[in-house]
């Protein structure tokens, strides 16, 4: 067993055709050039939960839907999370509120960043996943990666990579070192 941080790549959006999946490939090979950390793609596609209609907070009990339980497994298994968020109508994607509604303390004392993208970068989105997860004891961090549309686009239709936008990595760097030490430093004082 691995004493180095496990990071949750969370593929928030669940659209055929949605934009995701390049930048979570991107951000996944640069991360796991590192030795500080342990990363794995957690898709929501893999989580198909109902709408939450819970008896009760999983705050105060487990949930019952057993795709809901797995993603609950998932979630206490890692020590950190990165979302790749798309920016819905200046949020978030409703099936990431909704997973996020379906666990409670599996998220605790753990730390977040995040690749955003669409208007402002995800700006918006990110800003509105920030007051989720505080909710949920999340430590959310500052150093985040956002892909504004100049670069979505040519990105979505293969005219460029993302080599044509240095920043971008230099952004995952300074996103991936905090996350780093904030997943290590809560693994530890969880483990006290």
């Known amino acids: 067993m691995t004493t180095k941080p496990r990071i949750g790549i969370v593929i928030s959006t669940t659209r055929a055709a949605r934009f995701a999946d390049k930048p979570t490939h991107w951000l996944?090979?640069?991360?796991e050039a590192r030795d500080d950390i342990e990363v794995e793609i957690v898709d929501l596609r893999d989580y198909p939960m109902p709408f939450f209609e819970e008896a009760m907070s999983p705050g105060y009990a487990p949930v019952n839907h057993p795709v809901a339980q797995a993603w609950a497994k998932t979630m206490a298994g890692l020590d950190g999370y990165i979302f790749i968020t798309a920016e819905y109508n200046h949020s978030i994607s409703g099936v990431l509120k909704n997973a996020l509604d379906h666990a409670y303390p599996e998220y605790s004392k753990k730390p977040a960043a995040f690749l955003g993208y669409g208007g402002v970068g995800g700006a918006r989105a990110v800003q509105q996943l920030r007051l989720i997860l505080a909710e949920l004891q999340v430590a959310t961090l500052k150093f985040a990666v956002h892909i504004n549309a100049n670069e979505m686009l040519p990105l979505m239709k293969d005219e460029k990579d993302f080599g044509d936008f240095p920043y971008?990595?230099?952004?995952?760097?300074?996103?991936?070192?905090?996350?780093?030490?904030?997943?290590?430093a809560l693994k530890t004082a969880r483990a006290a």
């Open 28 to 31: 996944k090979a640069i991360a």
């Open 168 to 184: 971008l990595a230099d952004a995952a760097k300074l996103m991936l070192d905090d996350l780093a030490w904030w997943a290590g």
